[in-house]
């Protein structure tokens, strides 16, 4: 008896599924796009990209208006596709929720560094984003960043052409004293790198981007072991160059 029980409490609960699923489906079916809810992730400092410019975008390229459109027809990874091909975004997710909302999640790119008078177009100033790739600044911030100069560290495909320059900048740039105190930096025909100072107005003579935490604990050695006893003004060169040397002129 107990067994005949059990089936049949079983099986109502087969149906009572299925009928629940079937419910689901058919409300997801006719389900509408109520609104869209855009939420950015951005570096400290640099809001590159507006929840507005977002949903632009989507308004402008999509097919269909997105609100008041049934979400089935709403293609969430075309939608992925073309927001990734935007210049300054680095990661996007798009999905649909139960209660209606379009969601776009995404993150912006990031800047190290701007140049000026690299590049051969008309832009010629352009800023570094987090994987050496170069953007003009068009229409962007005006962002208080690094300025690089000198000679064929540019790509054709307007990148960095040199890794050791671009985790060099990373280095500079993860580090808030050196973002601070480090302004500019030069690259030389052969190679070498010519840093300059906030704040003393000497050159910091760094050779190749080569053995980089090793000469920037020399520098801070300077920073905190020198400078205090002689003064910002004491020196105008400081050369990293050498291994195991400190060189202050």
């Not at 109502?12 to 509408?32: G, P, Y």
């Not at 068009?138 to 890794?163: Q, S, Y």
């Not at 320059?165 to 990373?170: C, N, P, R």
């Not at 195991?244 to 002129?249: E, M, N, R, S, T």
Request: a positive charge; proline letters at 3%.
């Amino acid at each position: 008896m107990n067994q005949i029980v059990n089936r049949v409490f079983a099986l109502f609960l087969m149906i009572s599924l299925c009928l629940s699923l079937l419910f689901v489906q058919e409300k997801h079916t006719n389900l509408v796009c109520k609104d869209i809810a855009v939420s950015i992730k951005a570096y400290p400092g640099q809001s590159l990209i507006t929840v507005q410019e977002v949903l632009d975008l989507l308004q402008t390229t999509h097919p269909i208006a997105l609100q008041k459109t049934r979400l089935k027809k709403i293609d969430t990874y075309a939608i992925q596709d073309q927001l990734k091909r935007h210049p300054l975004i680095k990661n996007v997710l798009v999905y649909k929720t139960w209660n209606g909302v379009l969601t776009v999640s995404l993150e912006t790119k990031y800047f190290i560094a701007r140049t000026i008078g690299l590049m051969e177009s008309n832009d010629r100033d352009a800023y570094i984003d987090e994987k050496g790739a170069l953007i003009a600044p068009k229409g962007l911030p005006c962002l208080r960043l690094l300025v690089i100069a000198g000679k064929n560290i540019i790509t054709k495909k307007r990148k960095l052409a040199h890794k050791g320059l671009l985790e060099l900048l990373h280095y500079m740039h993860r580090d808030p004293f050196w973002r601070r105190q480090i302004t500019s930096l030069q690259v030389k025909d052969n190679g070498k790198i010519i840093l300059g100072s906030q704040i003393g107005g000497h050159q910091i003579e760094f050779g190749k981007a080569e053995t980089i935490e090793e000469k920037f604990q020399k520098l801070r050695l300077f920073y905190s072991q020198v400078i205090p006893y002689k003064g910002w003004n004491a020196y105008h060169r400081v050369n990293l160059e050498f291994k195991h040397q400190l060189i202050c002129q």
